[in-house]
């Protein structure tokens, strides 16, 4: 791969029969108006803009970043739930942005999504069957209507329900068990993708294991491909093959799990890792912990340049200038937008005391850390 390759060359060169999501250039900016007879635009916020990349059959590629980073609604343009402002997106090799509302139907046949909280995704007013046999409503050529029970039944016993409690209502089962009937609707049409949108943040930490474990199953099974979104860094690290990170509508580094977590090169990425708790009490106090400055800038009015240059203990004027490109930097030879990307070890603890007597126990962050501010 070649060092100044950039993003959109990378998934042109890459194409293939393996592709079976193709994003390029996808913006998605929702207008700001003013008045209530005669309403005129007087702006527009970036809530994704400009993201390019791909997703191969049975890959997962998970999506992290900060709350209003853009991670819901680049889901929501995946499945078709809202249209691009420009961009393109083709599933299975065919365009979506221009399809009307039936060829939308036709398409979501392949690509289905899996909601953040169990409890608001189910209807309390319908019974587990009608909730996973919905889709068959909706698509009544994919099973005949007299194996429609039948056809539930199994879809529940494969995500680990029982299938005799096919007529029991959603607040009869715990949070786990409802995140598995939706895994099961969203299985119902035998898609070639799951959009995840957070789906295990809602869930006790034993729970989420088991809902992991059932989706890593499942595609082994099903050959399924997953577009995981999350803010849990070490879920995503667990289930993802590769790892795009965004911040303020635009992805800022891509590449594989290795890549990102070993490696990592653009500073915000660095800042999340460094963000992660440490579960042992030891390491407290001797990693290197990156604490960033300032507030999230509005997607309405972001930055000129660099979106993170107004938090980042890199920035120079050049930051201001020019945008950086999502493009190879360093020896690792993985996508990054900076302009000075570095390696920078933040997720192993430095050398730890041998003995008690040489540890102060004040918890100071290691040197080389960033002024105080709120953190990542």
Not at 130 to 158: C, F, M, N, S, W
Not at 187 to 196: F, G, M, N, S, T
Not at 298 to 312: D, E, L, M, V, Y
Request: glycine share 8%.
């Amino acid at each position: 791969m070649s060092a100044d390759m950039t993003e959109t060359e990378q998934v042109t060169e890459d194409t293939g029969d393996d592709v079976v999501l193709e994003v390029r250039d996808v913006k998605k900016h929702f207008p700001l108006t003013r008045g209530i007879v005669f309403k005129r635009t007087v702006g527009h916020v970036q809530a994704v803009d400009g993201v390019t990349l791909q997703l191969e059959r049975g890959e997962t590629l998970g999506v992290v970043g900060e709350s209003g980073c853009g991670k819901s609604t680049f889901g929501r343009l995946l499945m078709g739930l809202e249209r691009p402002t420009a961009g393109s997106i083709k599933l299975l090799g065919e365009e979506m942005a221009g399809l009307d509302a039936r060829g939308l139907r036709r398409m979501r046949r392949n690509i289905q999504i899996v909601l953040q909280d169990p409890y608001s995704s189910l209807d309390p007013r319908m019974t587990v069957g009608d909730i996973v046999g919905e889709p068959y409503d909706v698509h009544t050529d994919v099973v005949p209507k007299q194996d429609r029970r039948k056809a539930v039944q199994d879809l529940l016993d494969v995500v680990g329900l029982n299938p005799e409690h096919i007529n029991r209502y959603p607040h009869q089962f715990s949070g786990g068990q409802r995140q598995r009937i939706g895994i099961a609707r969203a299985l119902a049409l035998r898609p070639k993708i799951l959009v995840c949108d957070e789906p295990v943040s809602a869930l006790d930490v034993s729970v989420q294991a088991q809902v992991v474990n059932l989706l890593e199953r499942l595609q082994d099974e099903l050959g399924l491909s997953y577009v995981f979104i999350a803010h849990d860094l070490s879920v995503v690290r667990h289930i993802s093959d590769r790892i795009a990170v965004m911040y303020l509508g635009k992805v800022v580094e891509i590449g594989d799990e290795m890549e990102i977590y070993e490696h990592p090169t653009h500073p915000y990425t660095q800042a999340l890792l460094s963000a992660v708790p440490v579960p042992d009490p030891r390491l407290r106090g001797h990693r290197d912990h990156i604490v960033l400055e300032g507030d999230v800038p509005s997607p309405a009015n972001p930055p000129s340049g660099c979106r993170f240059r107004t938090r980042c203990w890199k920035a120079e004027d050049v930051c201001a200038k020019e945008e950086p490109q999502l493009v190879v930097r360093g020896p690792s030879g993985h996508l990054s937008a900076c302009h000075f990307a570095e390696e920078r070890d933040v997720i192993h603890a430095i050398d730890i005391p041998t003995s008690a007597a040489d540890d102060d126990g004040s918890g100071d962050p290691s040197p080389g850390s960033v002024a105080p501010g709120p953190t990542a």
